[in-house]
């Protein structure tokens, strides 16, 4: 079975700065899905991001990139130019061949 | 709107008394999935349906039951509730499971 491991329970930033927040997987797979999603505090999950690991650029949105290291299992998110409206809880996610596996999370707290 | 809609948002029981959470999705989505979240655990899969009539297990699926007669709807039955399913319920669809996944807005279940 897949394993996600997120390293950091809990992080802050400073509204305008960059932060990275860390995961790393455990999968036997060569072909697999890669996700964020965020969960403010309405605790609505909202997809951040996705990659395709057969993909080997990494995907960006907007203010929101990932640093995808297949070889080294990493799927690492990267939030830049970090607003108030980001503060939520951050999973990091996979998915292949029917296990859809998530990551204990890590607490993001952006402050002004 | 695009939404996946579950019901209710809160719900306090008492140990023994079968419940169901309801789930209904308006996107003609094929697939559909039933996660609890807990403190330190993230979200963990119970079950899922790729299509009508066609459930699997996922990584938690003891104590739960899921029904899938019509492509809209998904609903959760804990057919004699324990207090160690006292949790955080979310329904999820998407057309792929390898794609995004658009999630109800949770059942906070608490079991006495």
């Known amino acids: 079975a897949q394993t996600v491991t997120q390293s950091q329970p809990e992080m802050s930033v400073q509204e305008a700065e960059t932060v990275t927040l860390s995961c790393t997987y455990d999968?036997?797979?060569?072909?697999?899905?890669l996700f964020w999603y965020k969960q403010p505090p309405s605790r609505q999950m909202i997809l951040v991001i996705r990659q395709e690991a057969y993909k080997q650029q990494n995907a960006t949105e907007n203010r929101f990139s990932v640093n995808f290291q297949k070889a080294a299992k990493s799927f690492s998110l990267k939030i830049s130019d970090s607003q108030l409206g980001d503060t939520a809880m951050y999973f990091c996610?996979?998915?292949?061949?029917?296990?859809?596996?998530f990551g204990a999370g890590t607490r993001l707290t952006v402050k002004p | 709107e695009a939404q996946v809609t579950q019901n209710p948002r809160y719900l306090i029981t008492v140990t023994g008394k079968k419940l169901t959470v309801t789930c209904s999705q308006n996107m003609n989505h094929e697939y559909m999935s039933w996660y609890r979240q807990d403190p330190g655990l993230g979200l963990r899969q119970i079950y899922y349906s790729m299509n009508v009539e066609v459930t699997d297990k996922g990584d938690v699926p003891e104590g739960y039951k899921v029904s899938r007669k019509e492509k809209r709807n998904f609903p959760l039955i804990l057919e004699s509730p324990s207090p160690n399913q006292t949790s955080l319920y979310f329904c999820a669809s998407s057309l792929r499971p390898s794609e995004k996944l658009f999630f109800g807005s949770g059942t906070q279940l608490s079991v006495l």
């Open positions: 999968t036997s797979e060569n072909n697999y899905y």
């Open positions: 996610a996979t998915y292949n061949n029917n296990d859809m596996r």
